[in-house]
């Protein structure tokens, strides 16, 4: 409802200070800001109670007729049916337009007087109208004015002040009548009035503070779900701006450590056989790959969050996984003091191998950069029909009042130094949402003291959705002889990658503008085997490029790879649904050229 009359415009008819009058004080900001919907209550209420007022009338007049009163009793009716028409015209135009509901205090006022007219009215009848000497006929009018009193009260709730009005114009004329005339019967009925008149005005000031109440706990409520949602989106706005950030941070970080990565492998090539040299090299891989470690984090919570991660289903045996994550940890592990046993398992479980793989990549990490020497086993059992591989360690455990914590973005137990070889705090998080994603149920259990254990169940048979994400090609037979095409705008990118194919023995042609390749003399006799192109190019991007390239040799199929150093969640999404292979920079040497083994074969 509109609420002009109470703003100050101009264009009120009444202005507050009449509301005041009828004990109504706008001037409390509380009161102001209720005051039209208890104005609209009123009239809303008010509907029903028209129609019974002129049975009512209707049924009281005819009593009285009855008595010998009747042209009295049909004057008197016909001005309380008028009152009734009155009040429901009011009330049609109340919510049909716009005057009343615009000017709360208008609305009020004249509600008042036609509750006002139609209380006189039945004090009227009462004093003047009602029979003196039919003892039936008054019963049935006090009995007839009592029900229309208690209605009254219950629909005038919103205004205490027009509820007293309405009981005093109403009853206190029979009441005196009654008093006055001195009989035993009719003092009796007055005492009787008089008992259901304080009754009545008890009621109707307890029904009014309990509504006044309730409406101030409903604007409380709407000041409360609007300040909820300024902090929620605040909360994501600054949720977007902190996923701006690491994502622009991390493209930027990931340009060099891509080079950095492909220099370390050409590097690595060509001082075979040299041993003094040899663990330099190998100490700066593992600077790097800690540092790809980092990154790839960010990496996995933006995937998350641009929702293009699907689970890829297929029938594999646990031991498979256990032993791969055997291979990749036995190092750190030893390196940490830690025992990493695996416990050989032949159950097999229906669910996606790399999704699971990377869950419980995540926690045994966890376990050895937090739990250094300790004993860490990884193991599975049968559970139902399903089964529930285990990661349990007798490391320092974690106090309950982190154990909900430790699942959240960026919070780690412990390292307030921020010690980049414990990682960034994002391992557990991203463990529960890929478990949520998998509709794993997940278990998780620690004492200070005597370690942690984390249980996942994985039912036999689980259907999910078909992934539109190939697996990593692992095969790693030769690629000498290739001819790659690599369009990248950085220059220490691009030199870093061609250097590297160049050691694997491929041929290369280098730009950082496919127009330059596309343009060149020869090259209607130079198919590329395979396009590498960057993602993020001057004025266009790596899909166009291999789209153009593709276009221009009539082969909608010719091999491309995309490498991107992007991360945020709508850059995933647009590489998605490009249907062209991704890999994230720093890229994987090992990775890049399994996958350039796998397109050379495929051509085979």
């Known amino acids: 409802m509109a609420n002009g009359a ?38 809303r209420q008010a509907r029903t109670g028209v129609l019974v007022h002129i049975v009512v009338v209707a049924f009281v007049t005819y009593s009285m007729g009855l008595a010998g009163s009747n042209w009295m009793a049909f004057a008197w009716g016909a001005a309380m049916m008028a009152l009734g028409l009155l009040r ?12 009343l509901q615009s000017d709360p205090v208008l609305g009020m006022v004249a509600f008042y007087i036609v509750i006002g007219l139609t209380g006189i009215c039945w004090g009227m009848g009462g004093a003047f109208v009602l029979p003196s000497d039919a003892l039936p006929q008054q019963v049935f009018f006090i009995l007839m004015l009592g029900g229309t009193a208690a209605g009254t009260v219950a629909t005038l709730a919103p205004f205490y002040s027009a509820q007293i009005m309405a009981l005093v114009t109403s009853l206190v004329p029979l009441i005196l009548r009654l008093a006055l005339e001195g009989g035993g019967e009719e003092a009796l009925m007055a005492g009787a009035l008089v008992m259901f008149f304080l009754a009545m005005l008890a009621t109707g000031g ?28 605040e909360l ?47 100490r700066i891989g593992q600077s790097v790959g800690a540092m790809e470690r980092l990154l790839n984090s960010l990496l996995d919570i933006s995937r998350l969050d641009a929702g293009i991660i699907e689970p890829h ?57 937090h739990a250094p020497g300790a004993r860490i086993i990884v193991g599975c059992r049968r559970k139902g029909d399903g089964v529930t591989v285990q990661v349990i ?8 009042e982190f154990r909900e914590r430790i699942f959240e973005e960026f919070f780690q137990v412990g390292n307030l130094e921020r010690n980049r070889d414990r990682g960034l705090g994002l391992g557990l998080s991203i463990v529960r949402r890929l478990a949520g994603l998998l509709e794993i149920p997940m278990t998780f259990t620690s004492a200070p003291g005597k370690g942690t254990a984390f249980g996942f169940t994985i039912p036999r048979r689980y259907t999910f959705f078909e992934s539109n994400q190939p697996r990593s090609p692992r095969s790693l037979a030769g690629v ?45 006799f130079a198919k590329p085997d395979v396009i590498v192109a960057d993602y993020r190019l001057q004025g266009i991007d790596g899909a166009e490029v291999i789209r153009r390239v593709r276009s221009r040799f009539g082969d909608n199929e010719l091999p491309a790879v995309i490498v991107t150093g992007d991360t945020a969640p709508e850059k995933l999404r647009e590489l998605a649904a490009t249907g062209v292979q991704v890999l994230h920079k720093p890229v994987q040497p090992g990775r890049l050229r399994a996958l350039l083994a796998a397109f050379s074969s495929r051509e085979r």
């Not at 600054?238 to 891509?258: E, G, M, V, Y």
């Not at 646990?318 to 830690?338: H, N, P, T, Y």
């Open 393 to 400: 360690d007798n490391g320092p455990g974690i106090e309950a």
């Open 6 to 43: 109470l703003e100050g415009d101009g264009n009120a008819v009444f202005s507050p200070l009449l509301a005041r009058l009828f004990g109504v004080d706008l001037a409390d900001g509380s009161a102001r800001r209720i005051f039209p919907n208890r104005v609209d209550l009123l009239y």
């Open 480 to 524: 000498a002889g290739s001819f790659v095409w690599i369009i990248d705008d950085d220059q220490e990118g691009r030199h870093a990658l061609s250097t590297l194919m160049e050691d694997w023995g491929c041929e290369v042609a280098a730009s950082a503008d496919v127009s330059e390749l596309l343009s060149a003399d020869d090259t209607p």
């Open 88 to 99: 429901g015209g009011l009330i049609e135009i109340y919510h049909r337009g716009e005057m």
């Open 206 to 233: 307890n029904t009014h503070r309990a509504l006044m109440n309730s409406l101030r706990l409903g604007v409380e409520n709407v000041d409360l779900l609007a300040s909820l949602r300024r902090q929620s989106a």
């Open 313 to 369: 289903v297929a029938p594999f045996r646990i031991d498979s996984v256990f032993q791969s994550l055997k291979d990749e940890f036995a190092m750190q592990a030893r390196e940490a003091g830690c025992d990493l046993r695996f416990v050989a398992c032949s159950l097999e479980v229906e669910t996606d191998v790399t999704l699971l793989e990377a869950i419980l990549r995540n926690i045994v990490a966890n376990a050895i950069r």
């Open 236 to 282: 994501e706005a600054t949720s977007r701006a902190k996923t701006r950030f690491l994502a622009a941070a991390s493209h930027d970080l990931r340009q060099p450590l891509h080079a950095l990565r492909l220099q370390a492998e050409s590097l690595a090539i060509r001082l075979v056989g040299d041993e003094r040299c040899r663990p330099i090299v190998e």
